[in-house]
């Protein structure tokens, strides 16, 4: 089975401002994956990137084999 979502060094600057540095993800299809962390952490950016709402700054973001 591959990858339903995938994340290599996924980098997100807002001008200056750190959005997400180096976010290295990997969930199997199938498995059930609960993504939790203080305000702040990154994770409405992440999941904005991977639905293609905002574009990243580097790195590589997949969704089942599709590039984000």
Not at 30 to 45: C, L, V
């Amino acid at each position: 089975m591959g990858y339903a979502i995938e994340t290599k060094k996924l980098t997100k600057y807002y001008g200056k401002a750190r959005g997400i540095i180096d976010v290295d993800l990997a969930v199997e299809e199938g498995e059930i994956f609960g993504f939790i962390g203080p305000n702040g952490a990154g994770k409405s950016t992440t999941i904005r990137t991977l639905l293609g709402l905002i574009k990243k700054t580097s790195g590589s973001a997949s969704v089942f084999g599709m590039d984000c």
